[in-house]
């Protein structure tokens, strides 16, 4: 019997993974036909002449710029994983850095879902187990997407020539409002539904989800991790800015800010492998409808993405050096640390 049950087992195991290559494959099937679409309007002489006459200064700093998100993005995630622990457990300053580097690294190459799936596993490693880590990311993630919701929200209400987004602006502001409005709902009523959530059995998990969300929302810990997320985000229009001026283009902070909502909105539609070709063909068709020659516009959604990927080869070195058992000594030792200095502070305070 237990053979028997071992091969629909493996048979099911075995068909997940037939269909995840054949997602992927398709995913690069769509990244290709976007780039032989463009590559049918461009001349390709005319890129590279804009290669070399880049200015690498900045794109150099642009790379410095995707670099610095890591540590912001990993302590906006540290504070949401500290406010729903429930025990003494806490996570570690640096192994929360790490862990967003090396997800960034390997969410390059893998499905858009890898970057959340390798920070609950990397996390559930250190010892807080898998309920709070994918707890953490779900809301991490979801704090981020809002955050980003509310400043594209806010950016194509600037006056801006691109913000018109050739004609498709005020269906994305119609749209994005009306998640913002349904999820600041949610969050109003959240008192009232997780008690029946959680009287059903089946519906327990979503409780403990919804109450985890609260918990973060209306902590302490609230203004920081909002503050690092929107710090995060404003990193990425400085990032794109930055591209522009590496080649020559005088792109105001708001003209950056609505090529930051393009280039972000879709990368979290899940079509094309980390938004390669999707994003390309987006950026060159608004720019190219503001005077901006294809090459120029091909060029600059491509040096974006390559130095997205160039800033995450950090992740790939931490890879190499990561050890779970090491950190969390290193986080006991911390832990200890700060239960001593805040015994010595009530001492002081009761003499």
């Not at 800015?241 to 930051?260: D, H, N, P, T």
Request: net charge positive.
């Amino acid at each position: 019997m237990t053979d028997s049950a071992a091969v629909p087992a493996t048979a099911a195991s075995t068909h997940r993974g037939g269909d995840k290559i054949a997602i992927a494959a398709v995913k690069i099937l769509i990244a290709a036909a976007c780039f032989w679409y463009l590559s049918r309007q461009i001349d390709a002489a005319a890129v590279f002449s804009g290669i070399a006459i880049m200015d690498l200064r900045w794109l150099g700093l642009a790379t410095l710029l995707v670099m610095l998100e890591m540590p912001l993005i990993g302590m906006r995630w540290r504070a949401v994983v500290n406010e729903i622990t429930e025990t003494e457990w806490r996570a570690p300053h640096g192994a929360m850095i790490m862990i967003v580097a090396i997800a960034a690294f390997f969410s390059q190459v893998l499905p858009a879902m890898a970057f959340d799936g390798i920070r609950s596993w990397l996390l559930a490693r250190l010892g807080c187990g898998w309920r709070i880590g994918i707890t953490s990311v779900v809301i991490d993630r979801t704090i981020a997407v809002c955050l980003l919701f509310a400043l594209t929200l806010i950016i194509l209400l600037l006056p801006s020539d691109l913000s018109a987004l050739g004609g498709i602006r005020n269906f994305i502001l119609g749209a994005y409002g009306a998640f913002l409005l349904a999820t600041a709902v949610l969050i109003l009523f959240l008192p009232s539904i997780i008690p029946p959530f959680e009287r059903n059995r089946y519906l327990r998990w979503a409780a403990s989800l919804l109450a985890s969300v609260r918990r973060v929302l209306f902590g302490r810990t609230a203004p920081v991790i909002l503050g690092l997320g929107l710090t995060a985000l404003a990193l990425t229009i400085l990032v794109i800015w930055c591209i522009g001026r590496a080649q020559g283009l005088m792109l105001l902070i708001s003209e950056a800010a609505v090529l930051f909502a393009v280039v972000l909105g879709i990368g979290l539609v899940p079509i094309s492998i980390s938004g390669w070709g999707v994003r390309e063909l987006a950026v060159v068709s608004l720019l190219g409808r503001h005077g901006l020659a294809p090459e120029q516009a091909l060029l600059f959604s491509v040096c974006f993405g390559l130095v997205v990927a160039v800033g995450s080869l950090p992740g790939g070195v931490a890879w190499l050096f990561y050890q779970p058992g090491k950190l969390k000594t290193a986080d006991a030792k911390e832990h200890s640390q700060d239960q001593v200095r805040f015994t010595s502070e009530m001492r002081v305070g009761d003499l």
